[in-house]
């Protein structure tokens, strides 16, 4: 049986007998930078396995500490690669390399920097809670040694915070998760028709229409937290399109001729506003929203959005997206945008996610939305055209395999779940198997000899369909840790990293336990073994 670690590791050397983790175990380190990493995979254990161990910082106490943490850089870390593409963090790439020794009487982890340590702590958690629980008993795992490193240097999801609020608790609990997978961005999409969930933006005046929003003290939290686990938030501020939210809280941004109704890509008819460039009043709140985003978001990413300006024309939406891209840069940041914006113009120092790729419509889906769609589709492949002609860095989200509201194919194989099912995920695409949604490469979506140019895997949860956290949860669970993998894998030479869909699918079903322990609700596909 395969190791039930999720993405799995670069290098995995089986040993020969068993690790035993006894009750009371002490997780020894000397770093002090080390002691909320160590502590947090002690709490982990213990919620998760019942059995109880406890960090030891300096020094360990009499005898052999069952598990040691060792900020150290050895010969065998240094011979793996750096990962490919941009760092989320930016002042250079967190080293996120680290080495796992179980032995039959202890266990060394061993890493450069915290963020590595994090790595492979979140490792030896999936190895010990995917076991059957001791119920506060002793805990054997086989021996081994793991060596792993990431592919690509941004791994992300994105979040759809617009059509479905999320409670700062529950967006805690997201980036547990990805935190669990490795993934290091979580990308929130704050903005948008439905909602304006800014506190930037919204008048002074006590009335704040537009529905549920987070406080800067809320946002600050979520940094705060999500960096606790070498996780890098990055805010979109979805511009000029999707603007109606903000438009219905500032009317000054009404131009007379900026509101639109459109048929978007889920084919529905709905209202929509383009910010118009040519209105004073627009760059004033544009300016004033993204620099209050800016002092909540410390990170050196801000993405602008930019995607689906429907109705707007072309030249004044270059003119939008360059100017909000210079704001950007004044504030010291820089910025990040759909692949639509390339219609913009590139230059070096721009980045864009390429999402509008591999789409399959359902059958169901009428003559017209399958033109609109083709023509779309048609339009982003000259956005990537240019991007790659650039050299921009491109982070790759391709709609089919990395978007979760893409519907389940499989019934599920609980049939309490078919209420749900027939509700989450949107109606416009064609579902997709498990093994389908496995079934891709990030070097393949720019195309052939285009895989240099491929700066990271962004996963994305659209909300539409999204009422509560089970159905988030349950659009999340089993096919993001399927993404993460991929990311996290990277491009890599063939054959060492390849994972076939039968062991992923092996190692899938052994995750159910910890999403138990978790209280997350996933959808039990009916080809994996789930115990
Ligand atoms: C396209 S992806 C959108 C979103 C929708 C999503 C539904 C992107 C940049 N725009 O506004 O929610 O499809 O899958």
């Not at 439905?194 to 704040?208: D, K, V």
């Not at 627009?282 to 985003?293: G, I, K, P, R």
């Not at 893409?406 to 064609?430: I, K, T």
Request: aromatic letters at 8%.
């Amino acid at each position: 049986m395969s190791l039930p670690v999720i993405p799995a590791p670069v290098r995995f050397d089986r040993g020969a007998g068993q690790f035993t983790l006894r009750p009371g175990a002490r997780v020894a380190f000397a770093a002090a930078e080390v002691a909320p990493i160590a502590e947090r995979f002690c709490a982990e254990v213990t919620r998760r396995t019942g059995l109880r161990a406890t960090p030891a910082d300096g020094d360990p106490g009499p005898g052999e500490p069952a598990v040691r943490i060792e900020l150290a850089a050895g010969a065998d870390l240094a011979a793996l690669p750096p990962p490919q593409g941009i760092s989320p963090g930016g002042d250079g790439p967190a080293d996120e390399r680290y080495s796992l020794a179980i032995e039959d009487d202890r266990v060394v982890l061993r890493a450069a920097e915290p963020a590595g340590a994090a790595r492979g702590l979140a490792t030896f958690v999936q190895i010990l809670a995917a076991r059957p629980s001791p119920g506060g008993g002793e805990l054997r795992v086989p021996c081994g040694r793991i060596l792993d490193a990431p592919g690509y240097a941004w791994r992300g999801l994105s979040l759809d915070l617009a059509r479905a609020f999320f409670t700062p608790g529950e967006v805690r609990r997201v980036i547990d998760l990805i935190a669990l997978y490795k993934l290091n961005v979580l990308h929130l999409h704050l903005t948008d028709d439905q909602a304006w969930r800014l506190p930037a933006g919204r008048p002074a005046s006590g009335r704040e229409p537009g529905g549920a929003c987070y406080s800067a003290e809320d946002l600050r939290a979520l940094v705060g937290y999500a960096a606790d686990r070498f996780v890098t938030i990055v805010p979109e501020i979805d511009m000029p399109g999707h603007a109606l939210a903000l438009a219905g809280i500032r009317p000054e941004l009404d131009s007379g001729r900026n509101q639109v109704e459109v048929s978007s890509v889920p084919g529905h008819r709905h209202r929509a506003v383009w910010l118009d460039p040519q209105l004073p009043a627009t760059f004033e709140v544009v300016s004033e929203v993204l620099a209050d985003a800016a002092a909540i978001f410390p990170g050196q990413y801000m993405h602008i959005g930019g995607d689906e300006p429907y109705g707007m024309p072309r030249d004044l939406y270059a003119s939008f997206v360059d100017r909000a891209r210079r704001l950007v840069r004044s504030l010291g940041r820089r910025p990040l945008g759909w692949q639509e914006t390339a219609r913009a113009g590139l230059g070096p120092d721009d980045v864009i996610q390429y999402w509008l790729a591999g789409i399959a419509l359902a059958a169901s889906s009428p003559p017209q939305v399958r033109a609109q769609i083709d023509a779309e589709l048609a339009a982003s492949r000259r956005d990537v055209e240019a991007a790659v002609a650039a050299s921009v860095p491109v982070i790759v989200s391709p709609a089919r395999h990395c978007y979760l509201d893409v519907p389940y194919a499989e019934p599920s194989a609980d049939p309490a779940q078919a209420d749900r099912q027939a509700r989450v995920g949107l109606p416009l695409y064609e579902p997709i198997t498990l093994a389908e949604s496995f079934d891709w490469e990030p070097a393949w979506v720019l195309g052939a000899g285009r895989a240099a140019h491929v700066a990271g895997v962004e996963a994305a949860i659209w909300a539409e369909t999204i009422s509560g956290f089970g159905d988030l949860s349950f659009l999340l669970l089993p096919r993001l840790p399927g993404i993460a993998h991929k990311a996290w894998a990277g491009p890599g030479a063939p054959g060492s990293r390849a994972v076939t869909w039968a062991d992923h699918g092996d190692r899938l079903a052994r995750h159910g336990r910890l999403w138990e322990q978790d209280d997350l609700e996933y959808f039990r596909a009916p080809t994996l073994n789930w115990l």
